[in-house]
């Protein structure tokens, strides 16, 4: 099973991929870890991310898709995969239909999570991140030691509120076409309230794809 999640930052997706990936037992693979283990192991789509990266340039769509196409087509992602952070905007998402059509598979469902902009502000100017392996986290103060790696945590430039309303400027733009571009398709979109508890919001979304 191969699940897309979407929603706007701070509606849990990093946090909810995990949990869903651990129960169905599939990887989460999230853009930005494929990219600099890519870069890291020095594959040849990992030489183009990195050419890029260091003249601080957006890696393009097609690097991305190219390093995304190895690690579904990897045994570790024979059963399926949870993909994070990869379909922002509607080119990205026909490139993985176009991608995973190459592979002979396609996704199996679109995930949204869907949280008010009240809400979010609220989430997100109160979050720290690990500052080595990018965990978040609630209500803890920067310096905090990371539960998951020893990281210290800090507080994101980009989760402070003013750019938190740019931030949700940018995803209504650019990302919430993906929705109706998916519904124009009639592919599977499976939304979620991610108001609430963490189990709660994983058990929403368990017994929503099981349906």
């Known amino acids: 099973m191969i699940i897309v999640l979407l929603g706007p930052p701070g509606?849990?997706?990093?946090?909810?991929?995990?949990r869903i990936a651990e129960r169905l037992g599939?990887?989460?693979?999230?853009?930005?870890?494929?990219?600099?283990?890519?870069?890291r192991e020095g594959t040849e789509q990992g030489l183009a991310a990195k050419s890029f990266m260091d003249r601080g340039d957006l890696v393009p769509d097609s690097v991305i898709l190219g390093i995304m196409k190895e690690v579904l087509a990897s045994p570790s992602?024979?059963?399926?995969?949870?993909?994070?952070g990869v379909v922002r905007t509607v080119p990205q998402a026909d490139g993985l239909s176009t991608m995973l059509a190459e592979l002979g598979r396609k996704v199996d469902a679109y995930l949204l999570f869907d949280v008010s902009d009240d809400e979010l502000v609220k989430r997100l100017s109160g979050r720290t991140v690990c500052d080595t392996c990018q965990t978040p986290y609630m209500g803890l103060e920067p310096g905090t030691r990371c539960n998951k790696c020893g990281g210290t945590l800090v507080?994101?430039?980009?989760d402070e509120p003013e750019s938190i309303?740019?931030?949700l400027?940018?995803?209504?733009?650019?990302?919430?076409?993906?929705i109706d571009w998916v519904k124009d398709?009639?592919?599977?979109?499976?939304?979620?309230?991610?108001?609430?508890?963490?189990?709660?919001?994983?058990e929403r979304a368990m017994k929503a794809l099981e349906q």
């Open 165 to 167: 309303r740019n931030r």
């Open 169 to 178: 400027k940018v995803y209504r733009e650019q990302t919430e076409p993906v």
């Open 11 to 18: 509606a849990g997706k990093g946090t909810q991929g995990e």
């Open 26 to 39: 599939i990887p989460k693979i999230a853009t930005g870890d494929v990219l600099r283990a890519a870069v």
């Open 155 to 158: 507080r994101r430039k980009d």
């Open 77 to 84: 992602s024979k059963k399926g995969a949870i993909l994070d």
């Open 185 to 202: 398709r009639k592919m599977n979109l499976v939304e979620i309230d991610a108001t609430g508890d963490l189990d709660e919001i994983t």
